[in-house]
């Protein structure tokens, strides 16, 4: 257990510092090019990052599950993420014509060839990731995926300055993934196998076309967005959305993420006995920091796109709002996933992201006529429902009724209701002094942390232990809490 504290802690912690820097690469790009230049390059983005989820075919998922890994099976896993990827990769080159025609700019067609490069490199990096975190050897991970993040920035800055205008953006990413490559021949597992195996797929592929297609299908939901209204409507709209949508993704993803690499192989080596008690610990500590803090952008919302992108960019202010509350709602059970894959449900995960993702779908088309406050108001409506349905399927799984599992995570409810309220009590106070926004979302910050850690002590959140664990941060809040 010790192995999978301190592998969760790197995780975060990298995660965090590389947020960090990501955020201030956005807020340079952001200022740099025009709501129409990065309408266009997410839409090519946004068609590669989905065809990016059929590349990998589970093949992570499917060796960390795997209680019997051979060298044979990753071969096998190897050889047939390599077929896949790089023939996803050619059809995206061929049909990258009949793209840009679809959207009336040829400049999505270059950028889709020119990223499809990374589907030829992918597998390699992947199956090595996927071994390492197997072991908890988080660190290496970082190590190869921060060397990538740093390419990116550095090279994408570089292009920018020699004139590529948004081509550099997707000069940058090739870069950053060829360097990723590099440093994973570096930080290797001492399982992997770098010569492939093009026989024995039977068993990932059963496994690996169910996971890719539901992580296909998750990432659609966000990308739906730039896809669908870059159709609909004008590219400053999918411009507008994808800020609004990116900047509390940016905050969810950072939240999160940290705890999502290592929950499939924790709750994979749970006993069936020790499922309910280890699912229900995991999303108790994770829920108590991301409901409170996307609760709380509620009421910033406009202040915070003001920072990270500038004042070309306040009309996706308003929006924000709308899309931290279905934010919310869909990160009340953040390892759903993590817990359905380890008990070999992924079919009925699978479904379940097809549902949702009708759910989003009839929200930007039905929202459409009201505008882009109208999608994300209907946004809500829909995550309601996720929610609901979700919390149906778990409870199934764990062998307990809605309102008992409820119950167990009324304590991270309570506390992200709680923050939610107060945030906009604080900014409301805050506004009346008219102060510079980058103070105003200082003081709001230290706030809503002094908020946050009374309503842990008062509710007496499970939290409290994990804390009084971390390094440092430990001493500090056994002396409050």
């Not at 998922?61 to 051979?70: A, C, D, F, G, K």
């Not at 999608?375 to 429902?385: H, N, R, S």
């Not at 409820?406 to 506004?431: E, H, P, R, Y």
Request: one cysteine or more; hydrophobic letters at 50%.
């Amino acid at each position: 257990m010790s192995n999978i504290r301190k592998a969760a802690y790197i995780s975060t912690i990298s995660l965090y510092a590389n947020q960090l820097v990501s955020l201030i690469f956005i807020m340079f790009i952001s200022r740099v090019f025009s709501p129409e230049d990065l309408g266009i390059y997410g839409i090519a983005a946004a068609i590669t990052m989905i065809s990016s989820e059929v590349r990998a075919l589970g093949a992570s998922e499917y060796v960390i599950r795997e209680t019997e890994l051979n060298s044979h099976k990753i071969r096998s896993s190897l050889g047939l993420t390599i077929v896949i990827s790089s023939g996803l990769g050619l059809v995206l080159i061929l049909c990258s014509s009949l793209i840009g025609s679809f959207y009336e700019n040829t400049d999505i067609t270059f950028m889709i060839q020119i990223l499809a490069i990374g589907f030829f490199i992918s597998p390699f990096i992947n199956i090595n990731s996927a071994l390492l975190y197997k072991h908890f050897e988080v660190s290496k991970v970082m190590i190869i995926e921060w060397a990538g993040q740093v390419i990116i920035i550095v090279s994408t800055v570089l292009f920018y300055l020699l004139d590529f205008g948004y081509f550099s953006l997707v000069y940058g990413s090739i870069l950053g993934n060829i360097t990723q490559l590099l440093f994973a021949f570096i930080f290797k597992s001492n399982q992997m196998q770098w010569r492939p195996q093009f026989r024995h797929f039977k068993d990932q592929f059963k496994f690996g076309s169910i996971a890719s297609a539901a992580s296909f299908v998750e990432k659609f939901h966000l990308l739906s967005f730039d896809l669908i209204l870059g159709k609909l409507g004008s590219m400053r709209d999918v411009g507008i959305m994808s800020k609004a949508t990116g900047s509390v993704q940016f905050i969810s993803h950072m939240l999160v993420a940290g705890g999502k690499t290592v929950a499939l192989p924790y709750l994979s080596q749970s006993s069936k006995d020790e499922l309910k008690e280890s699912y229900i610990k995991a999303t108790l500590l994770i829920t108590a920091i991301c409901l409170p803090i996307l609760l709380a952008v509620t009421a910033i919302g406009s202040q915070l796109v003001l920072i990270l992108f500038g004042e070309q960019w306040n009309d996706a202010g308003s929006l924000v709002c709308y899309i931290a509350i279905w934010s919310a709602l869909r990160h009340i059970h953040p390892f759903s996933r993590a817990l359905l894959f380890s008990i070999k449900l992924e079919r009925q995960y699978l479904f379940l992201q097809l549902f949702n993702l009708l759910l989003i779908t009839a929200a930007i088309i039905l929202g459409f006529n009201y505008g882009l406050v109208g999608i994300t108001k209907l946004l809500i409506v829909a995550g309601l429902i996720e929610f609901l349905i979700t919390s149906s399927i778990i409870s199934k799984c764990l062998g307990i009724t809605i309102s008992n599992l409820l119950g167990s995570l009324k304590s991270s409810l309570l506390l992200g209701a709680g923050c939610g309220v107060f945030a906009w009590i604080v900014i409301t106070v805050i506004d009346n002094y008219k102060l510079n926004p980058y103070i105003s979302i200082l003081c709001f910050g230290i706030i809503m942390s002094i908020c946050w850690l009374s309503l842990v002590k008062i509710i007496k959140h499970p939290v409290i232990d994990e804390l009084n664990r971390v390094p440092f941060i430990g001493s500090v809040t056994k002396k409050f809490l």
